[in-house]
């Protein structure tokens, strides 16, 4: 499996993903720790996959997404964005309703 297929793979097989630098209880960058303390602040479980540890991913993720940069949240398949649009999605009260729409 080369890593583009690995990437479709994750994202079509986990409803709440984030690909961040570092680990939600870790994170290494403060837009990775602002994003992961939203989606937990939604109350869902989410997958995660750092991409410190993935070089692989981290080159090939943003030619699959068509967004530059990290962290980056897919819901059921689909590219939310970054951690600015996080932000401003939880402030409206439409990323809660988004992740509470998801099934898990």
Do not use: H
């Amino acid at each position: 499996m080369n890593t583009i297929e690995k990437i479709n793979n994750q994202i079509s097989e986990n409803k709440i993903l984030i690909y961040m630098k570092g680990s939600p209880d870790k994170p290494q960058c403060g837009f990775s720790q602002r994003a992961t303390q939203i989606l937990m602040a939604c109350g869902k479980e989410f997958s995660f996959v750092d991409i410190l540890n993935n070089p692989e991913i981290r080159q090939e993720l943003p030619s699959v997404s068509e967004w530059p940069t990290f962290p980056q949240l897919f819901v059921n398949g689909e590219l939310v964005g970054g951690s600015d649009i996080m932000m401003e999605m939880y402030q409206s009260g439409e990323l809660k309703e988004l992740i509470d729409s998801v099934e898990l």
